[in-house]
């Protein structure tokens, strides 16, 4: 199970440190509304542009103590809480904006994971 846990967080990381930094400004059958990059996806959602960069931080940094916590186990439960919630108002975003169902696809997946994960390390804990 703890393997499956340190996998799960690998895969989350990896993902979001992917779409941050190299699919930042490239279309994605995923992007919310029509848009082709990750500011106008926020500008989609009636966000500004600050905003891109907050969220982002906030990712990038969940995503990166989850890569901590490989080794620092403190570091697992607040980083994939932080990823849920984010990935929560991802989701809510795409259903503000009425968006098709495979728009909702990675972050769905990645609050399933990151849910898996918190999940994981509380049952370590009670045991």
């Known amino acids: 199970m703890k393997n499956i846990k ?3 967080m690998a895969v989350v990381s990896f ?4 779409v941050w930094f190299f699919r930042f400004n490239k279309p994605t059958v995923y992007r919310g509304g029509g848009a082709l990059n990750m500011i106008e996806e926020f500008s989609v959602y009636g966000l500004s542009e600050p ?3 907050i969220i982002g931080g906030l990712k990038v940094m969940a995503a990166i103590g989850l890569l901590i916590g490989l ?3 403190k570091a697992i439960l607040p980083s994939s809480l932080l ?3 984010l990935m929560l108002g991802a989701i809510s975003m795409h259903f503000k904006i009425n968006d098709a169902i495979i728009k909702f696809f990675p972050a769905t997946l990645m609050f399933i994971l990151s849910l898996s994960i918190i999940l994981m390390d509380r049952k370590k804990g009670l045991s």
Not at 15 to 18: D, P, R
Request: net charge positive; no cysteine; charged share 5%.
């Open 51 to 53: 905003f891109v960069y």
């Open 83 to 85: 990823m849920a919630v």
């Open 15 to 18: 993902i979001v440190i992917n």
């Open 71 to 73: 080794y620092y186990k």
């Open 6 to 8: 340190y996998l799960l």
